[in-house]
């Protein structure tokens, strides 16, 4: 029965192969591919011939992704639990999507596989959840998405569990279903452009990115001049609350880690694809500090940055007589900060 079942996943590989298809020799013990060296494959290198010739397992997994080895790229919407399918649901509808013929195949624990085909020229296409049910006190109260009540899409560097394997822990056969099937539809259907666009989360963002505003000019409330030194330790450790809840940064934790960063997003990079932190601020200091290219602005070039001051002498200045406030003859010479 076993050989029968080797012959027949190797039969399916073949054909995968002949529409234009990467697939990988996949463990029955565990879920994961059989070669150690798999992950080379996600950047284009052919697979060498033996391991077709040489093929022992009823698992097979498929490379996805832009950078496949192989000519055909796709994606695949892994719909994860009842909750995720019935989401699916919801989302296609909302964006007027047909019921194309495509590949949609019943997992072995019960999920959903849909495919779909990459448009020629796209050079990538980000693996990661594009909905879910977060848990703010799950993995010891620092939040993490509820297994099986996700949707992933499994793009560059990704692997999709294809029929006929079967499931490790079930024993069930990973199914296509009918009319969705290699049989009848060649290849998958086109991924629509709202689909490739959607958002890969990190972590739940519970606020949308600033919408841009116009700056308003400050009037002073004190004649007084502030340092910047002085105006921060005034603000002491509400520098964070200020720039998030008054100035508009949009904020990516809910508290700094041990060395004082708090993870945020860069103004005008919210990014609304990956959704992962672009930017830090230190609440302690003020400083703003650009993750891509590791520049460092102050709280007060931050404020300029965000639109809600004309110059960071007015966001000083603002914050100076909010925190301090004391009536006072302006120095005589006034120091360069």
């Known amino acids: 029965m076993v050989n029968a079942d080797f012959a027949h996943t190797k039969a399916c590989v073949n054909h995968y192969r002949k529409v234009g298809l990467c697939p990988l020799p996949s463990r029955m013990d565990i879920k994961g591919p059989m070669l150690e060296t798999y992950a080379e494959h996600y950047d284009a290198k052919p697979v060498p011939e033996e391991i077709y010739s040489d093929w022992a397992t009823t698992n ?7 950078q496949s080895p192989s000519p055909t790229k796709i994606l695949v919407v892994d719909l994860d639990g ?4 019935e989401a699916w649901q919801k989302i296609t509808w909302q964006k007027n999507h047909k019921d194309d013929p495509t590949w949609h195949s019943v997992t072995g624990s019960g999920g ?12 990538e296409c980000p693996s990661g959840i ?8 799950g993995k010891t109260g620092k939040g993490q998405w509820v297994k099986h009540k996700e949707i992933r899409i499994l793009g560059d560097r990704a692997l999709v569990v294809a029929p006929p ?21 060649r290849l998958p259907a086109i991924a629509p452009d709202w689909l490739l666009s959607m958002p890969r989360l990190s972590t739940p963002r519970f606020t949308e990115p600033p919408a ?28 964070f609350d200020i720039a998030c809840r008054e100035w508009g940064l949009v904020s990516a934790c809910s508290g700094p880690n041990p060395a004082g960063w708090c993870s945020c997003f860069v103004p005008g990079r919210e990014d609304a694809r990956y959704a992962k932190p672009s930017g830090s601020f230190h609440f302690r200091d003020g ?15 931050l404020a300029v940055v965000l639109g809600v001051f004309a110059t960071w002498q007015e966001a000083r ?16 010479y006034k120091f360069a900060y």
Do not use: C
Request: no cysteine; charged share 30%.
């Open 130 to 137: 594009v909905w879910g049910l977060y848990d703010t006190w």
């Open 165 to 185: 394997s079967k499931h490790v822990e079930t024993g069930k056969r990973y199914e296509f279903m009918m009319p969705h099937t290699p049989k009848i539809n």
């Open 112 to 123: 959903h596989h849909i495919y779909f085909l990459l448009p020629d020229g796209l050079t």
């Open 82 to 85: 009842p909750e995720a399918l």
């Open 212 to 239: 841009p505003r116009k700056p308003v000019a400050y009037t002073r409330q004190s004649d007084r001049y502030y340092t910047r030194e002085e105006v921060l330790d005034a603000v002491a450790d509400q520098k």
């Open 317 to 332: 200045d603002s914050l100076g007589d909010r925190f301090i406030g004391k009536r006072v003859a302006e120095p005589k």
């Open 287 to 301: 400083t703003f500090q650009d993750l891509k290219d590791k520049t460092a602005i102050s709280m007060f070039d």
């Open 60 to 66: 097979v997994q498929i490379i996805t992704g832009t």
